[in-house]
């Protein structure tokens, strides 16, 4: 919207600081209600404009994950059987021994990969009935070395048995509190 034209001689007059006569004085009420009213409307536009980006990027988010999905369902990964891929999650967890809290098992790293890979690791008892913590990895304070590991590795594990080892130090009694009911439990 474009403001009225204003006479010439208005604005020289308001440049030049001289008073503003009755004659005039319309045509800059007018000026002022149309300036006010164009920048209501561009306030207005403005917040249209800001709700309708706010649209296309979620949009753009959700295109992005979906190409995201199209292009992993490609990947040549997704043409093993799972038959396949439970033989290779077993290979890389013949160690079984967890390693420093930094690290965490590699049972649990394939479930970190992807969404398939989480689900078919979770439903291999293979994978879960065997563990095997060394020295001072056995920390009860986290999960994936300790207490709660071991419970997650019962229920993973049915309906085979859970085998667990455990080789502590001769010391390991004085820094653990869970070594002596564990040393009373396990043979």
């Not at 001689?9 to 149309?34: H, K, W, Y």
């Amino acid at each position: 919207m474009l403001l009225p034209p204003v006479k010439l001689d208005v604005c020289e007059m308001l440049r030049s600081g001289q008073t503003v006569n009755s004659a005039v004085t319309p045509s800059i009420l007018a000026g002022i209600f149309a300036s006010e009213s164009e920048i209501k409307d561009l306030g207005h536009d403005i917040s249209r404009l800001g709700a309708l980006i706010n649209q296309k990027k979620v949009r753009i988010a959700t295109a992005k994950a979906t190409l995201l999905e199209y292009r992993s369902a490609m990947a040549p990964i997704r043409t093993l059987p799972p038959e396949l891929l439970l033989h290779i999650f077993t290979l890389a967890n013949e160690d079984r021994v967890l390693l420093p809290s930094s690290f965490l098992s590699s049972r649990i790293r394939v479930g970190h990969v992807c969404k398939a890979w989480r689900s078919l690791s979770r439903a291999s008892p293979s994978l879960w009935n065997d563990t095997s913590f060394a020295g001072n990895h056995w920390r009860p304070d986290l999960g994936h070395c300790g207490p709660k590991y071991i419970e997650q590795s019962l229920v993973l594990s049915c309906p085979r048995p859970l085998y667990i080892s455990f080789a502590f130090p001769a010391s390991y009694y004085l820094i653990d509190p869970h070594y002596p009911i564990i040393s009373s439990t396990v043979t």
